[in-house]
């Protein structure tokens, strides 16, 4: 019942020699990548501790998860740090560098390994296009994707099946990396990435709240976005605050839009837009959009943008003597 | 018990006049989510959906509902006092979820008045699975595309209509009153059967689960359990996609002027689920909690209920942000004792 098993791939595997070279190498305790998932077409996070179990280990536009997220995960680990090695797209690698400028992680013991990436598979993308039939097999033809099935064949522009940031990002590759396996990917660049933004923000009042009304009426309070987010890392978030509590725990509209609003601004300048949040949620709601308003702030103010060094203060984090004070004076 | 044939022309006719008694829910569209909702006067089901993404439980038991409302003027409680609910257009899988829910909110000692105002004197019309989905497995545990468990009536899809069998008393009454049906003749129900058959062959082969909770008993303590959970991101995912998941937190709120209390769904694969007063946690790891939603499931709710706590609808599957799969969680836990 692995469907993984009926899907051909388009090219054998590169990476592995690669990464057991380096798992060696670098003395690995673990190695943080992606493994062929159950679903089609879907690559999902596997932990490799041993150089001789990594011939499992795949990367590809299947697999969409930001697994920086493990690397917060891993300080919650008793004992010292270990020394940890993740495969990185340029969002991971931008996440992997913001939890090393906020101290989440020794620097020396992370080998960030980067890949190349032409953009991933958003699954609630994939699943309506499938239908919820088998997948046997698919093919890429210049900018198309062919999807084939016992009793179908399904041609589509493959950006159509790719998660929303990825057709505006502008960071494909990582900007830090200890390693770097294959030549560095161009930039999608099918859209502005802030265009979604100011086309809601020229709509009225009135437009806007009903476009977050009907988006935000549905969260069901899961926190997938959070939990899949590499940067929430709190031991405790603010949800879970009583005395005082600051939001119901139901899934009423205004709780629902406090803690989305809420969760971004915690994330001001220090968001990489990767779109796991996105992505993770089961009920496919763009919780993507609010953070790209505060990024975009952040930028405009700051000229800030998360994750692309380790030396950078994040914006909220520091002072500076030309920083923009209008609110207040 | 005679089945009636409703034709896809008639099918406003029906809901129309269903809804004289009933308040209906079937599934809306909703952009590319499908869900339960009660159908405005002279609105269509979507019906070529394939799974909703939330199941139809919160019709019966929402996600968030007052259940007492306190003020100056006293403490009220705040039952459903609608039009019994009918429910059009529900899954086997989810009929059967209605059924597993139902034995934890209403017993022969405790009955959930909550639960039960809104469940009383309702009708479940099951819309059976022609084409299941690849995730869904629900002839794994007990079930089938065509399962018959908590509908008063199950529809097949035939093409133009829908054959309709009703299966209860209340099924039988509610199609005797209605005016757009016909009863069937042969040849429909033969097409329906053909219909159930074909669904039924295209599902691949289950596993046998006659040993999967002896299995997991022994395997508590196994390490298997940290490799199977380390990429568990501890989100509600899973349990608020669930048809059997019952589990629910009790909150006061203040609003504007009164207070309100109000029963929401709450999981398991929360860090606050099991946290004690003193501070100390029971589960305080993520492998821990996600093996208790397994262990419940597959071990706990069989030794409770006499059947597994999973309807095998799949959603879990399809929407866990990291792909953890409880059908190869089954795998590994039988192939052992398969051999």
Request: glycine share 8%; net charge negative; aromatic share 10%.
């Amino acid at each position: 019942m692995n469907n993984g098993d009926q899907i051909k791939e388009a090219k054998v595997n590169e990476i592995v020699d690669s990464i057991k070279k380096i798992f060696v190498d670098e003395k690995l305790d673990v190695l943080i990548g992606y493994e062929k998932g159950s679903l089609p077409l879907r690559g999902t996070p596997c932990f490799v501790e041993s150089a001789d179990d990594l011939d499992r280990v795949i990367f590809d536009f299947t697999c969409h998860n930001n697994i920086a997220k493990y690397l917060a995960d891993e300080k919650k680990r008793p004992g010292d740090p270990r020394k940890v090695g993740i495969i990185a797209k340029g969002c991971d690698a931008r996440a992997i560098a913001q939890l090393i400028v906020e101290d989440q992680y020794p620097r020396e013991k992370v080998v960030i390994i980067g890949v190349p990436c032409t953009g991933v598979i958003d699954p609630a993308k994939l699943r309506v296009a499938l239908s919820g039939k088998d997948l046997a097999d698919y093919k890429i033809e210049g900018d198309n994707i062919i999807l084939i099935g016992d009793d179908f064949k399904i041609e589509l522009p493959r950006i159509e099946l790719l998660q929303g940031g990825c057709l505006s990002c502008k960071y494909p590759n990582a900007p830090q990396y200890d390693y770097f396996i294959g030549e560095p990917a161009k930039p999608i660049a099918a859209r502005d990435e802030f265009a979604i933004i100011e086309d809601l923000a020229s709509k009225p009042a009135d437009e806007r709240w009903a476009y977050f009304e009907n988006e935000y009426s549905a969260c069901t309070r899961c926190y997938a976005c959070r939990n899949a987010c590499p940067l929430c890392y709190c031991e405790e978030c603010f949800v879970d605050r009583s005395m005082p509590a600051w939001l119901g725990k139901g899934n009423e509209l205004s709780d629902n839009i406090v803690y989305h609003i809420v969760r971004v601004l915690h994330l001001a300048g220090r968001c990489v837009d990767c779109g796991a949040c996105a992505a993770a949620c089961p009920l496919g709601i763009d919780v993507r959009i609010i953070g790209k308003r505060i990024e975009k702030e952040v930028l405009d103010r700051f000229g800030y943008v998360a994750g692309l060094d380790f030396e950078t203060q994040p914006a909220l984090a520091a002072f500076r003597e030309d920083d923009k004070e209008e609110f207040i004076m | 018990m005679d089945t009636y044939k409703l034709n896809k022309t008639k099918l406003g006719d029906f809901l129309e006049q269903l809804a004289e008694k009933f308040a209906v829910y079937a599934p809306l569209e909703k952009g590319d989510i499908t869900a339960f909702a009660e159908l405005e006067h002279g609105q269509l089901p979507a019906l070529d959906f394939l799974r909703t993404q939330k199941p139809p439980k919160d019709i019966f038991y929402p996600q968030t509902e007052v259940i007492l409302r306190f003020g100056k003027d006293g403490t009220k409680s705040n039952e459903y006092t609608g039009k019994p609910i009918a429910v059009f257009g529900a899954r086997p899988c989810d009929a059967k979820g209605f059924v597993i829910v139902e034995r934890v909110f209403v017993d022969d000692k405790y009955k959930d008045n909550y639960w039960l105002a809104r469940r009383d004197g309702g009708l479940v019309i099951a819309l059976g699975c022609s084409e299941p989905l690849k995730s869904c497995f629900c002839n794994w545990v007990g079930g089938g595309p065509f399962e018959t468990t908590g509908s008063d009536v199950l529809a097949t899809d035939v093409g133009d209509a829908f054959i309709l069998q009703p299966l209860t008393e209340a099924g039988k009454k509610a199609l005797a009153e209605m005016n757009s049906i016909e009863k069937t003749v042969d040849k429909d129900i033969e097409k329906a059967e053909a219909i159930h058959a074909e669904a039924l062959k295209s599902m691949p082969k289950p596993p046998t689960l006659d040993s999967l909770k002896t299995s997991l008993d022994s395997l508590f303590d196994d390490p298997f359990w940290d490799e199977f959970t380390a990429k568990c991101l501890g989100c509600a995912a899973c349990t608020f996609s669930c048809p059997t998941c019952y589990c629910f937190d009790i909150q006061d709120e203040s609003r504007r002027g009164e207070g309100v209390r109000i029963r929401i769904w709450d999981t398991c694969q929360f860090p606050l689920f099991t946290k004690e007063g003193s501070g100390h946690n029971p589960r305080k790891s993520q492998m821990s909690r996600l093996r208790q939603r397994f262990m419940h499931k597959f071990s706990y709710m069989f030794e409770t209920q006499g059947e597994f706590g999973c309807v095998g609808c799949g959603r879990c599957v399809t929407a866990c942000p990291v792909n953890i799969d409880v059908r190869e969680f089954i795998r590994k836990t039988t192939e052992n004792t398969e051999k």
